[in-house]
């Protein structure tokens, strides 16, 4: 069983408070996308008010700052579900930093008509310092097709920012964060890991209820990776 973190960051805890308040984190038995069961399902389609947005903002922008500097330019967010998270993180990003931040998105498909192309939003030209913002990443595959559009453009990636590190293997035994690490040397930091949000909720109660049982936590950290349980 993990050990509580020695502490979390106030943008840390609201997050996983938020989680809870919008059933964004929910635990039972699940199939996901990829095919895998789960004990647990994260679903940020949850977040969907104006204030919620806005604390989502201030969780990854804190995030960014803390992983990748001050000199991030552009926010980048992969169609569909990353789209209002590079809105609402570039804002967050762009009153830390005090100077103006873009942010961008890709279409699924690109246009051929009207202002055409692949991508939409701040200019994506070579040399631009670029963080990616995503929801979860269990495998990693939808990140890997992300840099792979993103890296003929010529932009810096800096780094990715996913809401929750699941702590799943990715291809093989590490995890699919320390597998991306390894094949593209490109960091993608979690604003929490799911061994964060289960010490702090079995430490924790959210609005006078204790949220996760220990039972609920044994079935996660059996469920994590070996390197993550």
């Known amino acids: 069983m993990h050990s509580a973190p020695l502490e979390l960051s106030c943008a840390q805890t609201t997050f996983i408070e938020l989680l809870v308040a919008r059933q964004a984190l929910r635990f039972g038995d699940f199939t996901l996308k990829s095919g895998r069961k789960s004990p647990y399902f994260i679903n940020t389609g949850c977040f969907n008010q104006g204030g919620d947005l806005a604390r989502l903002g201030a969780a990854?922008?804190?995030t960014i700052r803390a992983r990748f500097g001050d000199d991030v330019a552009v926010v980048f967010g992969p169609a569909y579900k990353g789209i209002p998270l590079a809105l609402a993180a570039s804002q967050a990003y762009e009153s830390l930093v005090g100077r103006e931040v873009g942010w961008a998105y890709d279409r699924k498909e690109a246009?051929?008509?009207g202002d055409g192309g692949l991508f939409v939003g701040a200019s994506l030209k070579p040399g631009v310092s670029v963080v990616i913002v995503d929801d979860v990443l269990t495998a990693g595959t939808a990140m890997r097709e992300t840099f792979a559009k993103l890296e003929p453009l010529g932009v810096i990636?800096?780094?990715a920012v996913v809401a929750v590190d699941r702590?799943?293997?990715g291809r093989g035994q590490q995890t699919a964060l320390e597998?991306?690490?390894?094949?593209?040397g490109i960091i993608v930091a979690p604003?929490?890991?799911i061994s964060e949000a289960v010490a702090h909720l079995l430490a924790h109660d959210v609005n006078g209820t204790r949220f996760l049982s220990p039972a609920d936590a044994a079935r996660i950290h059996a469920h994590l990776a070996p390197a993550a349980a």
Request: hydrophobic residues 40%; charged residues 35%; negative net charge.
């Open 179 to 184: 597998e991306i690490a390894a094949e593209t």
């Open 60 to 62: 990854y922008a804190a």
């Open 111 to 113: 246009k051929d008509h």
């Open 167 to 169: 702590q799943e293997r």
């Open 191 to 193: 604003i929490i890991t």
């Open 157 to 159: 990636i800096k780094g």
